[in-house]
């Protein structure tokens, strides 16, 4: 081949090459458009993903300190509770010892009852002597007494003899 024919292809490739290269040049130049609208579109979203994650941090330390608030507030409530529960606990015995203590109670209270009717039964009775004791002593007075004499006297049959007569 000659060196025209030579100079002429390369001359061909080169323009060829310079085509395709100012084809390659501008599609880089869209691609590099497309990509530096894709940045500022994904800066965009990184900005608002920022944004969106600093909210979401600041949530995330409220909910913290709420649930530090509450935790503490749950400890408040269990050591209350747990005094709560000491305080059944010494209310239950009481009420098993008061039950007890009634039961015992209601037992002394009926052998109580057994006695009481019985010493009424004997103040009864002695009563009852007492009463006939007086009633004798009364009987006894009577007898001893001057009128009981004076009507014993007056209603006997010699006594009659000797009255005097009416007028």
């Known amino acids: 081949m000659s060196p025209a024919v030579l100079i002429e292809y390369e001359v061909m490739a080169a323009a060829e090459s310079a085509k395709t290269s100012a ?9 590099l458009k497309g990509l530096r609208e894709q940045v ?4 965009g979203q990184n900005a608002t993903l920022e944004s969106e994650a600093a909210r979401l941090r600041a949530e995330k330390k ?3 300190n709420e649930r530090t608030r509450l935790e503490g507030a749950n400890w408040a409530l269990q050591f209350e ?3 709560w ?3 059944v606990e010494r209310l239950a015995r009481q009420v098993y010892e008061t039950r007890q203590e009634r039961e015992t109670m209601q037992e002394l209270n009926r052998q109580l009852q057994v006695q009481l009717r019985e010493t ?5 009775e002695l009563d009852a002597k007492h009463r006939l004791d007086d009633l004798e002593k009364n ?7 001057r009128i ?10 010699v006594e009659k003899l000797f009255r005097p007569r009416g007028k």
Do not use: N
Request: glycine share 2%; proline share 2%.
């Open 40 to 43: 500022a579109s994904l800066s």
């Open 85 to 87: 529960r000491k305080q």
């Open 148 to 157: 009981w004499r004076t009507l014993v006297t007056l209603s006997s049959p």
């Open 62 to 64: 409220q909910f913290e």
């Open 23 to 31: 084809e390659m040049v501008e599609a880089l130049k869209s691609d």
């Open 120 to 124: 009424k039964h004997l103040l009864d």
């Open 139 to 145: 009987i006894k007075d009577i007898y001893q007494s």
């Open 81 to 83: 509770l747990s005094g």
